[in-house]
């Protein structure tokens, strides 16, 4: 087959949770098929990376933005509604190049991931169509408002509100819709859509990210990955600083917590001045750091979707102690391959019970890694995603979803 993959960050380099599955796919999808993927980049030296995906794909497209642009066309959206997140991610050359492509070249199959990029190709018809959720990003954004003071709850309320409505609508465009969790699936079927959908999980590259023979790890130190521009790992981590590290501390105070991860706010700076907390900022590999750790944690309030530091934690072997939120994005079972708690003295208690423990500790990263490799290796989640595309060639066409279409 003739694919278009359109998708909303550019999959090269795959260093982040927008990049990272996508580029999986399309890696995946080019062993058999013919891609073209068409994507945005935000600066030249991104347009620049990009170049390294010619080998995974039969072409490439870039539309190239301004972010200062793009923020004005968000602001423009404000009063009516239409998502702010639609105009983030449109550029005109992009939508134009697609436009040529549909009509001087034959597809035999349109695949989109991420619903803010879905409107390049919602309307095409006598095409099948695929649309890749990811994670509803409606949830997220309704979530955020009520984690932010007034007036912005109000704005990621009506954003949160108005993706909603587009993810809705765009479902009966489309002739399969897939998520990246059974959570996110679920908040998918509530919404009583008849389009077919399925859910595929993210995976890991489980020899890169893999246990590491005699090196051994301290048992005073924990650690947190995550990108440190991002909100809800900043209150993840201000929250966890505030409420655990003192009752950690009281038990054992030689514990030590690193925040690893690129672009700290001033506010994560700052933590790195509490006893026993370091802000590394960006690190070239993080992999030294979870592997001499003695476990990861990953206390965040809001998490869509997969949290891929938790997978890649896992498969090094290396246990993780989770907010029960970002728990539930993993195909694991609490207690049994990652422990899960809220409250700080359940949290702190969960902490303790590795760090006091090694044969504990031993049991959870052997058990971690086993379910990574059963649950989330990229081959089998692959494996679900071709299930999932062959069901949406065979729904496309029905008189069902043509009579959805034409709704």
């Known amino acids: 087959m003739r694919i278009l993959y359109v998708c909303h960050r550019f999959p090269y380099p795959p260093r982040r949770g927008g990049t990272i599955r996508p580029f999986n796919m399309i890696k995946h999808l080019s062993q058999s098929h013919e891609v073209v993927v068409c994507s945005l980049t935000r600066s030249p030296q991104m347009t620049a990376d990009a170049q390294g995906i010619a080998p995974h794909c039969a072409e490439f497209h870039i539309g190239q933005v301004d972010d200062r642009v793009q923020t004005l066309r968000m602001i423009a959206t404000l009063p009516t509604p239409f998502p702010a997140s639609e105009s983030f ?84 465009k489309f002739d399969f819709c897939s998520t990246i969790t059974r959570a996110e699936h679920q908040t998918f079927l509530n919404y009583g859509s008849d389009t077919p959908s399925g859910w595929f999980p993210n995976g890991v590259d489980n020899s890169f990210f893999a246990p590491i023979e005699n090196v051994e790890y301290d048992p005073n130190t924990i650690v947190f990955i995550g990108r ?43 933590l790195g001045k509490l006893p026993g907390v370091t802000v590394t900022g960006t690190v070239p590999d993080v992999r030294p750091y979870v592997t001499q750790a003695a476990l990861t944690v990953a206390p965040l309030l809001i998490a869509r979707g997969t949290q891929n530091k938790i997978l890649e934690a896992m498969a090094m072997g290396v246990p993780v102690v989770a907010s029960q939120i970002a728990a539930a994005g993993v195909d694991a079972e609490p207690g049994q391959h990652i422990l899960a708690a809220d409250a700080p003295q359940d949290m702190c208690n969960a902490i303790l019970s590795v760090l006091d423990n090694p044969a504990e500790r031993a049991r959870l990263s052997q058990a971690g890694r086993a379910r990574v490799l059963s649950n989330h290796a990229w081959p089998n989640s692959m494996k679900r995603l071709d299930a999932h595309i062959e069901s949406c060639l065979a729904s496309y066409g029905s008189s069902s979803r043509l009579q959805s279409q034409s709704s």
């Open 228 to 270: 440190m521009d991002y909100f809800p790992n900043q209150q993840g981590m201000i929250g966890f600083c505030r409420d655990v590290m003192p009752l950690l501390k009281a038990k054992r105070p030689a514990l030590k917590l690193q925040i690893v991860g690129a672009e700290p706010s001033q506010e994560v700076k700052d």
């Open 89 to 172: 991610f449109h550029s005109t050359r992009l939508a134009r190049q697609i436009r040529h492509l549909l009509a001087t070249q034959k597809f035999d199959l349109i695949f989109v991931h991420c619903s803010s990029v879905a409107h390049y190709v919602a309307d095409v018809q006598g095409i099948p169509k695929m649309l890749d959720y990811g994670d509803m990003d409606s949830a997220k954004w309704l979530e955020y408002a009520g984690h932010k003071p007034f007036p912005l709850s109000l704005g990621y309320w009506w954003e949160g509100t108005r993706v909603q409505a587009l993810e809705k609508r765009l479902a009966r």
